[in-house]
């Protein structure tokens, strides 16, 4: 296999030479990422020298990228930022004891956009309904979701499911939250539910059926399909474009260094949920000139809960329940009795669930949402209203809205 192998200036030219005789590669070209102690000048490794790393790829052409540099030119930081930058070029990256291959993505025949995270509770489902409605209101929509607790065989949803149909769903054994049936319950768009299993460090899912809803999606033939990621996984599909979902919540180091920086580098908009974190917004700065918009979410009771003493289910980090209320009071006349963020703890929420005190229980369809709270609002003769995770932020529609393909002319 053609290679392109990086080295460094800590390692004399003639061990360097030797090293790259012994591969079992045709190298066609060596990257010096750095370091000077071991250069005397017009040192030859018996290659050419690539003035960059993508330069070097596009030039030479290469079908892999291997490490021969090491501590302290590349350390465990900055070799994660180089696997990013090779992975975003569609290149397996090696060195002595590791290998990275970059996620393979199918090729799709309709209009398509991606939207992945780079972790679990950043948003992610609350910018796919957001993006679907958006899209939705002049052109035929269907989102492709895949998570962890998905059905198995992808499920076509086409009508927007109401309690009776999520309730049914859990009593009989199903995972009645499911990213799919929140964006359908929440988006009212067509929506097909898929499953996966794991997922790698650069966010290719294990086992999953999303190719199988992919070409669900395709036979119906609507004017644009949005794929859904699960947590850190990359929806396995060719698309138009990407979109990346952070959390300032999320520590810098973890949202831009690892491989999450390959996310940045294939993505087209990234979306920071949170707010605006300046150190944030600067170091995606450094990995990709790329449009970042920070977006606050702020719950939307899709019926009305104005003068009704509500208790309100969320994933969302005691840091913001006080401000949730808030708005819930302010923007839609709640009275706010209760704010619970156990809705993934299971043990802690049972022991709410038995001496909650509220006429309606305002719960975001996630976690434990059916078969606990809708459970035991029933039981209770109780109003359950579900909650969306509204969007707030300058230009997050306009920014979106750029990434769209555009539409055919009738």
Avoid at 9 to 29: F, I, K, M, N, S
Avoid at 128 to 140: M, Y
Avoid at 142 to 157: D, I, K, T
Avoid at 199 to 225: F, K, Q, R, Y
């Amino acid at each position: 296999m053609r290679a392109l192998v990086v080295i460094d200036g800590e390692h004399y030219a003639p061990v360097v030479r030797d090293a790259l005789q012994a591969l079992p590669h045709e190298v066609v070209a060596v990257w010096v990422a750095g370091g000077t102690e071991k250069l005397v000048g017009g040192e030859d490794y018996g290659v050419p020298v690539a003035a960059g790393l993508e330069q070097g790829i596009a030039e030479h052409e290469p079908g892999l990228v291997v490490d021969l540099s090491d501590e302290p030119v590349l350390g465990p930081r900055e070799r994660f930022r180089v696997a990013s930058r090779v992975l975003a070029r569609g290149l397996p990256y090696a060195g002595p004891d590791f290998r990275f291959d970059p996620p393979v993505f199918a090729p799709f025949p309709l209009p398509a956009l991606a939207i992945a995270g780079t972790g679990k509770r950043v948003g992610k489902t609350a910018v796919t309904g957001h993006f679907a409605r958006l899209l939705s209101r002049d052109r035929e929509v269907v989102v492709v979701a895949m998570g962890r607790g998905g059905p198995p065989g992808p499920q076509l949803v086409e009508a927007r499911p109401r309690l009776e149909d999520l309730l049914e769903l859990s009593r009989a054994g199903a995972h009645a939250a499911s990213d799919y049936l929140e964006t359908a319950a929440l988006a009212g768009v067509t929506t097909i539910g898929c499953r996966r299993c794991g997922g790698g460090l650069a966010g290719s899912p294990g086992e999953s059926n999303v190719l199988d809803g992919a070409a669900l999606a395709a036979e119906l033939e609507p004017e644009l399909v949005i794929f859904d990621g699960s947590g850190a996984a990359i929806p396995p599909v060719e698309v138009d474009a990407r979109v990346l979902v952070t959390s300032s919540a999320q520590p810098v180091e973890v949202v831009t260094g690892y491989l999450n920086a390959y996310r940045i580098l294939i993505s087209d908009l990234v979306l920071v949920t949170g707010g605006a974190d300046e150190p944030l917004l600067e170091a995606v700065a450094q990995v990709k000139d790329v449009p970042v918009v920070p977006v606050e979410l702020r719950p939307r009771p899709v019926e009305p809960v104005d003068g009704r003493r509500v208790a309100f289910f969320t994933t969302a980090p005691a840091a913001v329940h006080e401000t949730l209320a808030a708005h819930l009071a302010e923007r839609h006349g709640a009275e706010v009795v209760q704010v619970s963020g156990n809705l993934a703890r299971r043990e802690a929420l049972r022991e709410e669930l038995e001496r909650v005190d509220a006429d309606t229980y305002l719960v975001e369809i996630k976690a434990a949402a059916i078969d606990m709270v809708a459970e035991a609002a029933v039981a209770r003769g109780r109003e359950l209203v579900f909650a969306d995770n509204e969007l707030v932020g300058e230009s997050v529609d306009e920014a979106l809205l750029a990434l769209a393909p555009k539409r055919e002319p009738a």
